[in-house]
């Protein structure tokens, strides 16, 4: 999970943000501006200054905020001078908008507001639904408004092409003012309060916000159009209330409610996706009479409020059909005021000590959670510790002097190199070491357990942590003013009206726990941190961009030093467990120990021979002749150490057939593959040989207890293993695939692999299981290997092994981390229309059921629907999923003549059937050697594979080209990625037209995309010094065919389409990299990955076998030479549900082949 | 040696009667550690020491034995829940790992046993068991938190001061033992839960020696 963080302010009006992974309150650097009240989502917070401005503070991200401007150019032909400006007097603007009704010219497209700024001028977009346009982007048509194709015809009397130009969001990191239209109507009354919810209304890449305020005389206003691509919104609307409103609460998803002066609450109903603002008010009266309501905060399905006495309540019921819920029930504390953060995660300021407490224990099942503890992290200033790795995690919060009015200046010194120095938030910790020659992280990656790495990590870590505790010793005995001192300060200093100007040193002081002033008779220390037992006030909490899953650790709650104990952080760099002076002395002893007991014996014979180990158990097998069931069996692994220590093993499994006894066995080093299969109802697991994969029909196995399938999982995957002696993490050229449950499997290459004649047949690879849950693995050969979950997030490879079911001793110990992933489950409601009563869930007798799967085969209700298998469990209600392609109407309907056809979102005359798809989230949570790569999420990575003419000489640092397609269709390019450093520093984000979806760059950076319209496009002279390249070259795709996915080998490009089929590139030559044409290679195709000898593999989509036929099975392709890149025909591989495969680290060929190789290749453009 | 003349086997080391429900390497730390290996003990088969050795009566002896300390070390980690969720054949495979020298059998269910939940630091108490050749008790066995009130990590030195203090605080300020746990002597400083995690014998108990400095 990464690092997300707490905004609060305190008494004073500083802002301070609390990272989940750390224990420091890290205080914003502008102290230029006191703030009355923040409300944070994710990527930004809002807040109220004490200018009673309102300010928008946007968390910097590689990916910048683009926003499209598009003007059209129209022409009409006259006899005369051919196309012109001159239209018709009943024509459209020359510049217009793409309706032609409204007047844009180019010059006339303002900035929104002084915290944007464009990107580029304006230029002709070219592309036409896909297909580049000639003649400088023209389209024509007969006359306007009508149909425009890319060709000029005989009868094309108007032309018109697209400008476009992109503005960019520039204020990161930093307060931005929202601006205030001059137009006084409707310039609302100073804000009291605001909220921003509703980020769950609807999906991505939308990312709309509400954001809601309430205003001195008590008036709400809702922010319009505030969205992920228009952070600030457009203008302030009124909404009527009942009555006079105080404070403003805005749920994650459709909760509003509202505090009124009186004392009741106010609930927003109606708010829905096509009506965020809600459409009506309903009235929740306080829990008693006498004490009203004073502050209220709605979560997903929670509400909490705090009455005039203090009193901390808990709404019961709530939820999207009753947001009102049903009674209130006190809890213990007394609180000034609560805040629901994500995950329903509750914070509170205690009325007496104002500390920040956390509601400890709320879970889905009991969201009242259990009790309340106070967070005691001290403050630390971000100056002192700008190394240290606490100030490093808690990213988010370093201020940039904006605030400035709109004028701009220049920084000051040093603020620009604190610029400079700023961490990426989305991968602190293992940068802290980047300033050391060498990386801890890598020491981690070789083993922390070894002394020798141990050691030269601690010289990295220790001398820091010394420094800190020295510094808080010194700050803990100078401290001028107890706490209860600053306990008696008025309480107004939060309405400070005048920003003081202090200087910026004082941001790390405690001078103002005072009055003001003796500010500067205290001695400020520069660098000290604040002492740990420092109490500060807080005034203000928001926990609304504040990720804490339930049971997580958090380091909070102690006031930590030095040591911590061997829990596992969260952390690629060394836990300080591991790099204890203790620890290494233990690892010495024992050396010394096992040399001292047994170096001098090695001769003396062993007491005990051993051989033969046999566990037996029950389990069940699925027999595939009649009966064709799940029958009981005995079975018996009888394993048998060899005199040299070599281990072999066999499985027997007894079963009884026609009251007959009888067994089969398997020998585990033939064994190829063990796939867990996991569904609602069976612990199953299938077991290949090769043998049986050409057959496509596995040994089918069946425990009664998951414990127990994986006990047995475990157990022979080691027995495998251990009898082809492979242990430890994979080799660098390691073949990674996942199946369609998201299993990760990898595979050692033989040379034979890809050798030229006598190659290794494919379904004898031997593939082993590696704990975590992917969706894409791709890996190079320098050992760097991304992935991406279903929920979109991308993870980087630790050098572990092992983790979810490969538990024991075939797993590392460490390097296992935590995975979740969360995928949805659709199931479809479908209704039938009749002319009496319209569309109703009625059928005909022959129709599907009415709620279904999306073949309709299936009988699916939302009752009866179960998460894929008991490893899932929900997390959301189901919900209407309106990103369906084919688009649906506002209901989430999508429209055709009769079921099975093809929808669209809208109702015609002859549609007689519609459906709509209902959707749930559920989460795994598991481990494996993952570690999340905050916070992109992403469609598509590719890593550049290493040429093998480009052996290892190039020297363990140098930059590995890695790029990657978010999921919202930017395509970026990963800085500093490394061996050392496979996790790389930060994204570059290099600007498209459209969004894409795939990206692959080749041996030698040709990098290939594909956009979302299914064209190709060819990056231009990206190398090593230029790792964006210049522009984007549109390559259109084959005829009729939307591409998909793009694989670049060494010097092979392959496509695939929508249809299956897979295309290589013909013509690609050194000059004209962007080649001539495509070529069909083969259909059936549904994932291809093209690795660095040019090597192509894919997935197919139906593989028969003797007796079975697998859909989704690895293939490679035969015959690929130099000569003849296309190949000649298919090798089948494991099959039976794999959705991925990854052969571009996998550079090894048998030598001999190698200087053959490089010959016939000849001049290669490298 | 006449077959009438073998009873009971029993084994000695300078006098010294061997317990064999003790752990050898327990042994080894407590009575020997100063000799040269190989370790030269004495086997008898009469005159059992009655006062000093329980008896052995078979195999199933040792392993009810070995059960019993894995279900007392459970009771004092985590009140006996783990050990009580495991079956029969779980139990089984403890034993049979150790039998046979199967780490990974072992492992695969002892592994368990060297769990704590997520929002705690450690275990309830650690299972320890500090020996002393110098006193006649045979050992000391409290109940002792693995963090303290203030969340800081107890250390082995803490467990020391708290439970034997004459071990800590000699008159004469000077050490005059060794602490010693698997052969080696681990640093006063390391992490009780990590010692519990990591240096646990088979029995799941940490069994701490105090002997003597050794005068060169």
Redesign the interface.
């Known amino acids: 999970m990464p690092a997300s963080v707490l905004w609060a302010v305190d008494l004073f009006g500083r802002v301070y943000t609390l990272s989940t992974a750390g224990q420091y309150w890290e205080l914003c650097k502008d102290t230029q501006l006191e703030f009355k009240r923040v409300s944070a989502a994710t990527q930004c917070c809002w807040g109220i200054a004490c200018d009673n401005q309102v300010y928008l503070y946007m968390c910097a991200s590689d990916v910048s905020i683009r926003c499209r401007e598009e003007a059209y150019e129209n022409q009409r032909w006259n006899p005369m001078g051919g196309f012109c400006e001159k239209l018709l007097p009943s024509d459209r603007w020359p510049w217009s908008d793409v309706s032609g009704l409204q007047h844009r010219p180019l010059d006339g497209v303002a900035l929104p507001s002084p915290y944007w700024e464009w990107e580029s001028d304006w230029y002709v977009d070219e592309n036409f639904g896909g297909e580049p346009t000639e003649k400088g982007g023209w389209t024509y048509a007969i006359d306007f408004p009508a149909t425009y194709t890319r060709d000029k015809r005989w009868n094309s009397c108007v032309r018109r092409r697209k400008w476009i130009r992109y503005r960019r969001y520039k204020s990161r990191d930093a307060w931005a003012k929202i601006p205030s239209k001059d137009d006084l109507k409707d310039l609302p009354d100073p804000f009291n309060d605001l909220s921003v919810g509703g980020w769950e209304i609807t999906e991505e890449p939308v990312g709309r916000l509400s954001v809601w305020a309430v205003s001195l005389q008590g008036k709400v206003w809702y922010r319009e159009d505030v969205s992920h691509s228009n952070p600030e919104g457009s203008s302030w609307s009124l909404v009527d209330t009942p009555g006079e409103a105080v404070q403003i609460s805005c749920g994650p998803h459709d909760l509003l409610w509202v505090t009124l002066w009186e004392g009741q609450a106010l609930v927003r109903e109606g708010i829905n996706r096509n009506n965020p603002k809600g459409s009506s008010w309903s009235i929740v009266e306080p829990p008693g009479s006498e004490n009203g309501i004073m502050h209220v905060s709605a979560g997903v399905s929670v509400v909490w409020a705090v009455t005039k006495d203090r009193k901390v309540w808990f709404r019961r019921g709530v939820n999207s059909h009753n947001p009102c819920g049903t009674s209130w029930i006190e809890m213990v504390g007394e609180m000034t005021m609560v805040n629901v953060g994500l995950n329903d995660q509750v914070w509170g300021i205690g009325s007496e000590e104002r500390a920040v407490y956390f509601r400890q224990g709320v879970t889905p099942s009991e969201l009242s959670g259990k009790t309340w503890k106070a967070i005691v992290a001290g403050r630390e200033s971000d100056r002192s510790h700008s190394g240290s790795s606490s100030s490093l995690l808690s990213a988010g919060c370093f201020f940039g002097d904006e605030v400035k009015g709109g004028s701009e200046s220049a920084p000051s010194d040093t603020d620009a190199a604190a610029e400079v120095e700023r961490p990426r938030p989305e991968w602190s910790a293992p940068e802290e070491p980047l300033d050391n020659s060498r990386d801890p992280k890598d020491s981690a990656a070789l083993g922390p357990e070894t002394g020798g790495t141990a050691e030269c990590a601690s010289e990295n870590l220790c001398p820091d942590a010394g420094a800190r505790e020295a510094a808080q010793a010194s700050v803990g005995s100078a401290r001028p003013l107890p706490a209860s001192a600053a306990a008696e300060l008025p309480w107004t200093s939060i309405d400070l009206k005048e920003p003081r100007k202090i200087p910026s040193h004082s941001a790390a002081g405690f001078a103002e726990t005072t009055s003001h002033s003796s500010l500067g008779l205290l001695p400020l220390g520069l660098d000290e941190p604040y002492g740990a037992d420092d109490h500060p006030l807080w005034a203000w909490v928001s926990g609304g961009g504040c990720a804490v899953e339930a ?3 958090l380091k909070w ?4 030093s030095g ?5 596992q952080t969260l952390s690629l760099s060394i836990s300080p ?1 591991q790099t ?4 290494k ?2 690892f010495q ?2 050396t010394e ?1 096992t040399k ?2 047994l170096e ?2 090695r001769h ?1 014979e062993q007491a ?1 021979e ?1 051989s033969v ?1 046999v ?1 037996t ?1 029950t389990l069940q097998w699925w027999c595939d002749w009649k009966p064709h069931k799940w029958v009981d069996v005995r079975v018996a692994l009888e394993q048998f150490t060899g005199h040299d220590g070599a281990r072999d093993s066999i499985l027997f499994v007894y079963y009884i057939v026609h009251e007959e006894k009888k067994y089969f066995h398997v020998f585990l080093n033939e064994v190829t593959v063990l796939v867990p299969v996991l569904n609602e109802a069976k612990h199953s697991f299938a077991l290949y040989t090769p043998e049986r994969t050409r057959q496509r029909w596995p040994v089918r196995l069946a425990a009664t207890t998951e414990q127990d399938m994986n ?1 047995w999982l ?2 022979l995957s ?1 027995s495998c293993c251990e009898s082809r002696k492979i242990h430890g993490r994979p080799s660098p050229q390691a073949v990674w695939s996942v199946t369609c449950k998201g299993d990760i499997f990898v595979s050692e290459p033989s040379p034979d692999l890809e050798a030229q004649d006598h190659l290794l047949p494919c379904d004898q690879m031997f593939w082993r299981q590696m704990g975590g849950h992917l969706r894409v693995v791709e890996a190079n050969s320098r050992g760097v290997v991304w992935g991406i979950g279903y929920d979109h997030t991308a993870w980087v490879y630790t050098g572990g092994y092992g983790g979810g079911c490969v ?3 075939a797993s590392s110990t460490s390097n296992i981390y935590t995975q979740s992933d969360v995928k949805s489950v659709c199931i479809y409601e479908n209704q039938r229309w009749n002319p009496v009563t319209g569309y109703t869930s009625r059928g005909l007798p022959t129709d599907r059921y009415m709620w279904s799967d999306a073949s309709g085969l299936q009988e699916c209700t939302k009752a009866s629907t179960k998460p894929p298998s008991l490893q899932w469990t929900w997390v959301s209600d189901w919900y209407v999923d309106f990103s369906v392609p084919g688009g649906t109407d506002q209901e989430g309907w999508q429209y055709a003549s009769d079921f099975p056809a093809s929808y669209h979102g809208y109702k015609t005359m002859k549609d007689f059937v519609r459906r709509r798809c209902w959707a749930r989230k559920c989460k795994l949570v598991t481990n494996g050697p993952w570690l999340e790569v905050a916070p992109i999420a992403l469609g598509d990575v590719s890593i550049i594979p290493e040429s093998p003419e480009n052996p290892e000489g190039d020297g363990r640092g140098h930059n590995i080209a890695l790029w990657a397609v978010s999921d919202k269709g930017d395509v970026l390019c990963r800085l500093g990625v490394s061996e050392l450093n496979p996790v790389g520093s930060s994204w570059l984000h290099i600007g498209t037209d459209q969004p894409f979806a795939s990206v692959s760059i080749g041996a030698c950076y040709q990098v290939w995309a594909v956009a979302r319209d299914g064209s190709a496009f060819y990056r231009g002279s990206v190398s090593p010094s230029q790792p964006a390249g210049d522009c984007w070259y549109h390559i259109p795709s084959p005829p009729k065919q939307r591409l998909m996915q793009v694989s670049v080998g060494q010097t092979s490009v392959y496509a695939l389409d929508e249809n299956g089929n897979l295309w290589y590139r013909g013509g690609v030559t050194p000059s004209y990299p962007q080649g001539s044409s495509w070529e069909h290679v083969s259909n059936n195709v549904r994932r291809v990955s093209v690795g660095p000898l040019d090597q192509v593999w894919v997935i197919a989509n139906k593989v028969q076998g003797t007796h079975g036929l697998s859909r989704g099975t690895v293939c490679r392709r035969t015959g690929v030479q130099p000569r003849e890149p296309k190949g000649q025909g298919w090798d089948y591989g494991i099959g039976g549900g794999w959705d991925h495969i990854s052969v571009r680290a996998n550079a090894t060929r048998a030598s001999r082949n190698v200087s053959q190789e490089q010959k016939a290749h000849g001049p290669v453009s490298c | 040696m006449r077959q009438e003349d073998i009873s009971e086997i029993w084994f000695e080391y300078e006098g010294t009667p061997l317990k064999w429900h003790y752990p050898i390497g327990l042994l080894f730390d407590l009575l020997a550690s100063s000799s040269a ?2 370790w030269n003990i004495i086997v008898h088969f009469k005159s059992f020491p009655e006062k000093d050795l329980l008896h052995c009566p078979s195999k199933d002896a040792i392993e009810a034995h070995f059960m019993s300390c894995v279900k007392e070390a459970d009771a004092l980690k985590h009140k006996s829940q783990v050990i009580n969720e495991m079956q029969k ?1 779980d139990h089984k495979q403890l034993w049979m790992g150790l039998q ?6 072992f ?2 269910i002892n ?1 368990k046993l060297m769990e704590y939940p ?2 705690e ?2 275990f309830r108490y650690i299972p320890f068991r500090i020996y002393q050749t110098t006193t006649e008790r045979p050992f000391i066995q409290k109940l002792f938190r693995p ?1 303290a009130a ?2 800081q ?1 107890q250390t082995l030195g803490d467990l020391l001061r708290e439970v034997c203090p004459s071990v800590m605080a000699p008159e004469d300020g000077e050490r005059k033992n060794q602490v010693m746990i ?6 006063l ?3 009780l ?2 010692l519990s ?1 990591h ?1 646990s014998y088979p029995d799941n108990f940490l069994h701490i020696s105090i002997i003597p400095q050794p005068t060169d």
Not at chain 1, 580 to 583: E, N, Q, S, V
Not at chain 2, 182 to 187: L, Y
Request: proline share 6%; aromatic share 12%.
């Open positions: 049971g997580s650790m709650f102690t006031v930590q040591l911590s104990p061997s829990v467990a204890a002076t203790w620890r002395q233990i002893q024992l120990r001292r007991e001098n014996f003396y005990v051993q180990w566990k158990g006990d475990a157990l080691l538990q024991g001793l | 290996l190989p054949k046979n020298d199967r780490f990974d059998q492992w695969a592994r997520a929002e630091n450690g963090v203030d969340g990590l698997h052969g080696i002597e681990p640093m400083e390391t992490p839960q990590w995690e240096l």
